[in-house]
Structures are given as C-alpha cells and as structure tokens.
C-alpha cells in the first residue's frame, strides 16, 4: 500500500467481506433447512440486511471497474473471449467514463474554458485495489483449508471449496464477479430458502468468496498493524 488512504481502504474492504460472511452464515443457520419449503411470505431484507448488502454490492461495482481499466487484449487466449469481453466492456464504458469524470453526464456540464478549471477525474487507486483483493480472493478459495470453510450446508467431508476452480481468463473472471453481483441482488430481494433450493452452486460460491476475502484481508490488516492480533 501506498498510502494510508489505500491501507485503510483496503481494510474497509475487509470488514464489508466479514460483515456479509456474517450476514450469510446467520441467514442460512437460522432461516433455512436442507431441502426446506421456501418461505410464503414475499421476503424483504430489513434494513441492516440491505446496507450490508449494499455495501457488498458497491465493493463488487468497484472491482468490476478495476477489471475493466486493468484488461489488456493480450491477455485473452481466444477471439471468441475477446470478443465476449469487448461486448461487456463497451456496454460499461459509456457509464463508467461518466463515473470516472472523464466524460460530462447529461447533469454535469463541461467545465468552461475561459476558467481555466478542468473537471476532476476520479483517482484510480480504489477500483484497481477492489480488483485486486476480489482476484486474489477467487483464485484462493479452492485452496481454503478445510477447517476454515463454515459454508452450513457442504457436502464435502471434510468441507471444501477444491471442487470451485479459480478463474483462469479474463472472461472466467467476468463471470465469477457478475456472479457474485447478481447474487447479491438476489439476496436483497429473494427467499433465502429459495435460492438455496435453486441457486445452490452460486450461493455457496458467494459465500466462500466472501468468506475467503474475510479471512486474507484481516489477516494482511494485523500484518500491517491496523488491526490488533488475536491472542491464541
């Protein structure tokens, strides 16, 4: 980290992916079953659950910035991907380059000339470190050690995440951060019961993602003394 902004940034990070693993494993523990009847009554996360949310919603947003400004065509192995990528790319860059300040939205005019003011552009910092810790995240959770995977409903024994690959393109990658956004918008807003009848392999993916963000940002946070050490 560069800066403290950045440390400290980096630690937020970390809470929201602890504050939604909690959210979820308490949901899960207390409101469904296995193989249960989801619930009649239309669902509606309170108010705390749709901040929680929300704020795992913006993490996700923000590294799906980063993805977006650290992509390089060399990466791709395919013109099938290039061109899958090149689709989802364009269809954000109009909206995100408005975000960044490097284009006027339709409520922001440009700045006057004679002013001699530039519009401001967004430092970038913040959406390559979301990018950053949701890749690391990704590509760590096969390997989570089985006593660290609190997932209530696992079928492993010993519980494992070995069986969800790490993205491997850029377009695997694309795809497991969309997963997690939708699914955060599907906990918002439908049955928890529900989805883990019918949405079981992305649910518990979501979950170890955050799960596995939780457990490597807290544990960089105490290495760089913003969090104090746990005594065994």
């Known amino acids: 980290m560069q800066d403290e902004a950045g440390l400290y940034e980096f630690?937020?990070?970390?809470?929201?992916?602890?504050?939604?693993?909690?959210?979820?494993?308490?949901?899960?523990?207390?409101?469904?079953?296995?193989?249960?009847?989801?619930?009649?009554?239309?669902?509606?996360?309170?108010?705390?659950?749709q901040y929680v949310l929300q704020q795992a919603r913006n993490w996700m947003a923000q590294a799906r910035e980063g993805f977006v400004l650290s992509l390089r065509s060399a990466q791709t192995p395919s013109k099938a991907e290039l061109r899958f990528l090149l689709e989802r790319v364009l269809h954000d860059w109009g909206a995100l380059s408005q975000e960044l300040g490097l284009e006027p939205s339709e409520r922001e005019p440009e700045a006057n000339p004679s002013s001699g003011e530039e519009p401001a552009i967004e430092r970038l910092r913040h959406q390559l470190l979301a990018f950053g810790m949701a890749a690391t995240a990704l590509g760590s959770l096969p390997r989570t050690p089985a006593e660290e995977v609190t997932f209530p409903y696992s079928f492993g024994r010993p519980p494992t995440y070995g069986d969800i690959p790490a993205p491997a393109t850029p377009a695997a990658m694309l795809q497991r951060i969309e997963e997690v956004e939708t699914m955060l918008w599907k906990l918002m807003a439908t049955d928890l019961q529900a989805l883990l009848n019918h949405a079981y392999g992305p649910l518990r993916r979501t979950y170890g993602f955050f799960e596995v963000s939780a457990r490597l940002a807290n544990g960089e946070s105490r290495r760089f003394g913003i969090k104090p050490t746990r005594a065994v």
């Open 11 to 49: 630690a937020r990070i970390g809470e929201v992916a602890e504050t939604t693993t909690q959210l979820l494993a308490l949901g899960l523990q207390c409101r469904t079953t296995f193989a249960g009847r989801p619930s009649s009554a239309a669902h509606r996360a309170d108010l705390v659950e």
